[in-house]
């Protein structure tokens, strides 16, 4: 799913207003040995402040000037983590990332967002090695800045796809992944986020791992499972309570990086131009805007509790 988000101000009068009960106060602030979390842009500066967000992701799929352009409004030293698209035509924007990077600090990685989506995309194209085009576009991202990191978005069912096996995607490669963003497509399998963040060191053996958390009504978008049934909403409600557990324990314990939620909505849940997909929430629309804020309340009280 792409990812294009526009950020929005709300006040603060508004935004306690939103979150009340659950909210009592700001998140205590963290130390060196807290937790570090990202939304995606979109977030309220308000709310960016309030949850000590460090990071945020953004999708753009134009030329790199001109994303570079939309990284320079993001300010206050925040961390931008940049998705975009690779395709044989614009292996060498990964280049001119790099040079580009130089003038904007604030630039951390260059990264594929659904990487097996893109990856088989590649295959399909008939335009050389996909091995080789991605090699180079890595080689690219190093060329002028070194320090600049290459990263992807994996979910659970992509493991055992041939786009991740030693045939298409070689050990040598994978051990230039420098991040791996991580996401549950499906709730049910919650569960076993902890077993699949130790596919992911056994598979991305250099990269930081990142815990992505959907704090967004799913249940009319994909099935509980593969080729099952729709989530009931304590289903949807549970799942997702569980792998926020799991994502908090997992960055206490050093497992991963990041906690990364997506998609940030925070005192804007009715707001979200994506709920006009009738994929993602045909004819739910209110239900599915209460339910992401009670989802929103739910990271906001457990991020509270990790930091008290």
């Known amino acids: 799913m792409t990812r294009n988000r526009v950020s929005f101000t709300l006040t603060a009068v508004s935004i306690l207003s939103l979150l009340c009960p659950v909210f009592a106060g700001p998140v205590p602030h963290p130390d060196a040995s807290s937790m570090r979390i990202m939304t995606w842009v979109g977030i309220s500066p308000e709310w960016q402040h309030t949850l000590h967000i460090s990071g945020l992701r953004m999708g753009c799929s134009s030329a790199p000037q001109s994303c570079m352009k939309s990284i320079s409004s993001e300010g206050g030293g925040t961390k931008v983590f940049l998705a975009v698209l690779l395709k044989p035509e614009t292996v060498d924007y990964g280049q001119q990332y790099s040079a580009l990077s130089l003038q904007n600090s604030s630039l951390v990685e260059i990264g594929l967002d659904d990487f097996v989506s893109q990856y088989y ?32 978005t994996i979910y659970e069912n992509d493991f055992g796809t041939e786009y991740l096996s030693d045939k298409d995607l070689p050990p040598a490669l994978r051990a230039r992944f420098d991040m791996v963003h ?53 289903q949807e409600m549970n799942y997702f309570s569980e792998s926020v557990d799991s994502a908090t324990s997992l960055l206490k314990q050093g497992a991963i990086s990041w906690i990364e939620i ?14 006009k997909n009738p994929k993602l929430c045909s004819g739910r629309v209110p239900e599915c805007a209460a339910n992401t804020q009670k989802m929103d309340q739910l990271v906001v009280a457990k991020i509270k509790q990790s930091l008290d």
Request: contains cysteine.
């Open 121 to 152: 995309k590649l295959y399909k194209a008939n335009a050389g090695d996909p091995r080789a085009v991605l090699s180079s576009f890595i080689d690219g991202i190093k060329s002028r800045n070194p320090k600049l990191q290459f990263g992807a």
């Open 182 to 234: 991580f996401f549950v497509h499906y709730r049910g399998n919650s569960p076993k986020y902890e077993q699949y963040v130790r596919q992911l060191k056994t598979l991305f053996p250099n990269a930081q791992l990142i815990g992505g958390v959907y704090a967004y009504d799913r249940i009319s978008y994909l099935p509980c499972l593969p080729n099952g049934q729709p989530c009931s909403v304590e």
């Open 262 to 275: 997506f998609p940030g909505l925070f005192g804007r849940e009715a707001e979200w131009s994506d709920w």
